[in-house]
């Protein structure tokens, strides 16, 4: 029986990893310019394919946390931004500083 319904406290955390990376996924994806289907690039595809993949994976995966879920998705969509405000590349260090090298000022 428990192979048909699971562990119940555990289905409860699956479904709360869920609402918050779906609430996480829709607010990246809001933040970001794009607004109608037919502004949809290839890249805006892959993207979104990407957002469901980890949506869809990462709440019933009993070693991957929300915060791993968030990190990878602002990750992807910071990626995938448009003008990702200002931000030329940045640096996940060795020793778990991120660096982030601005562009030079246009003029």
């Not at 990878?72 to 590349?89: E, K, M, Q, S």
Request: aromatic fraction near 6%; charged fraction near 15%; hydrophobic fraction near 50%.
């Amino acid at each position: 029986m428990r192979a048909l319904i699971g562990h119940p406290p555990e289905l409860v955390w699956v479904g709360l990893k869920t609402v918050l990376l779906y609430l996480t996924a829709v607010a990246g994806f809001r933040i970001s310019r794009r607004r109608t289907v037919g502004e949809v690039s290839p890249y805006d595809f892959v993207a979104a394919v990407a957002v469901g993949a980890i949506v869809g994976r990462l709440p019933s995966a009993p070693d991957a946390s929300y915060l791993a879920g968030m990190v990878t998705l602002l990750a992807l969509l910071l990626v995938h931004a448009p003008d990702p405000g200002g931000i030329d590349f940045a640096v996940l260090e060795q020793q778990g500083r991120l660096s982030i090298v601005a562009r030079a000022p246009a003029g």
